[in-house]
């Protein structure tokens, strides 16, 4: 669980990059269009320990990596450095 402390680190790393967290490994991505947002959800690692995401965007459903799969890793990157998370 996280406590406090980490739950305001992530709600700011997160704000600065205009992402929204949403749960555990999951954020919410504004789409370039300002049509709503995107929900990105980490679903798991590769075979060499990288980190799989899947977004609910047409790109993603497609398999490709889009760029709300590239946002959300590098805020989860950068979270993963401040907080520590795995
Ligand atoms: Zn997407």
Known sequence: MRNPEQTA??????????????????YRVQSSSGNGEYVVRFVGRGDCGETLWEC???????GRECK????A?????EIKDTVGWE
Do not use: K, Y
């Open 9 to 26: 680190t992530i709600s700011e790393i997160c704000r600065e990059h205009g992402i929204t967290p949403d749960g555990e490994h999951a």
């Open 56 to 62: 609910n965007c047409l790109a993603g459903q497609h």
């Open 68 to 71: 709300h799969v590239r946002a």
């Open 73 to 77: 890793i590098a805020v989860n990157n």
